[in-house]
C-alpha cells in the first residue's frame, strides 16, 4: 500500500540553527499538510499546500517557516532559526481529494538543543 | 470552545471485548468529515476510520466503526473484538468544509488493552 515516508525520523539541531524536514507524499495525491505534536500533546495544523501555493496556514505557522515542492515528489519543511519550542514531532500527510482523508508519515521526531 | 472533544483521557478493555470511545465535535457547518486516526507508541498516526456528515450509514473499517449520531454531534469509535495491538493513542479529528482542508483533532484517549 502506498505511503507518505518522512526524513530523517529524528533530527537534533543547536538553537538558531535552520533545519528541513523532508516528505515524499503518496504519488498521485494533490494535497499536502504539515502538522506538528508537542511532546503529550494533541496534533496542530500548521500548513496545507495545493497546486504549487500554501492554501492554508494557522498561526503557528510564522514567518520562520516555509514549504516548498522542490520537484515533482518532495514536499519539505524549513524553519530557519529554529528555537526550543520548536522541539515536536513534526508529520507530513497528504490527500488524494481535498476533502478525504489525509494519510501520515511517520514523522520526524525534532530535538531543539 | 474546543473542537473536538474527547472526555475520556485512558480506558482500559479486556482482550477481545469491544471497547467504545467517545468523541464530540462543535461545529456550524452542514459539511464536514471526521476520522479518526491511531497512534502507537512509536509514533505514527494511522488512519482508521472516515465518517462524513451527509453519509447516511455508519462507516465501518473491520473491527472499526463509528458511531454517527449528527443530532448529538457524536462519533464514537467502536472497535470490536480488542487486540493487544491495539494499545495505542486515538485521536478524533474533524474537517469542516468551509474551513479549508485542515483537520483539528481532539486531544486523544489512550486505550490499553488488557490480557
Known amino acids: 500500500e502506498p505511503e507518505v515516508t518522512q526524513t530523517p525520523s529524528h533530527q537534533v539541531t543547536q538553537m538558531g540553527q535552520e533545519v528541513i524536514l523532508r516528505c515524499v507524499p503518496i504519488s498521485n495525491h494533490l494535497y499536502f499538510y504539515w502538522y506538528r505534536q508537542i511532546l503529550g500533546q494533541k496534533v496542530e495544523f500548521l500548513v496545507s499546500?495545493?497546486?504549487?501555493?500554501?492554501?492554508?496556514k494557522s498561526e503557528i505557522f510564522d514567518d520562520q517557516f516555509s514549504v516548498e515542492r522542490p520537484d515533482g515528489s518532495n514536499f519539505t519543511l524549513k524553519i530557519r532559526s529554529t528555537k526550543l519550542e520548536d522541539s515536536a514531532m513534526y508529520f507530513c500527510?497528504?490527500?488524494?481529494?481535498?476533502?478525504?482523508?489525509?494519510?501520515f508519515g511517520d514523522g520526524t521526531r525534532l530535538s531543539i538543543l | 470552545a474546543q473542537k473536538i472533544t474527547q472526555t475520556q483521557p485512558g480506558m482500559f478493555v479486556q482482550e477481545k471485548e469491544a471497547v467504545t470511545l467517545d468523541c464530540t465535535y462543535d461545529?456550524?457547518?452542514?459539511?464536514?468529515?471526521l476520522f479518526w486516526y491511531k497512534q502507537p507508541s512509536s509514533g505514527e498516526m494511522i488512519f482508521l476510520i472516515y465518517?462524513?456528515?451527509?453519509?447516511?450509514q455508519n462507516a465501518t473499517e473491520g473491527r472499526y466503526s463509528l458511531n454517527f449520531q449528527k443530532a448529538r454531534k457524536s462519533a464514537n469509535l467502536v472497535i470490536s473484538a480488542s487486540q493487544l495491538g491495539d494499545s495505542a493513542m486515538y485521536f478524533c479529528a474533524m474537517r469542516e468544509d468551509n474551513y479549508g482542508q485542515n483537520f483539528v483533532f481532539g486531544p486523544g484517549t489512550r486505550l490499553s488493552v488488557l490480557p
Open positions: 461545529t456550524s457547518d452542514q459539511s464536514y468529515g
Open positions: 500527510a497528504s490527500s488524494g481529494t481535498e476533502l478525504g482523508p489525509q494519510h
Open positions: 499546500f495545493y497546486n504549487n501555493e500554501i492554501s492554508e
Open positions: 465518517q462524513g456528515s451527509y453519509d447516511e
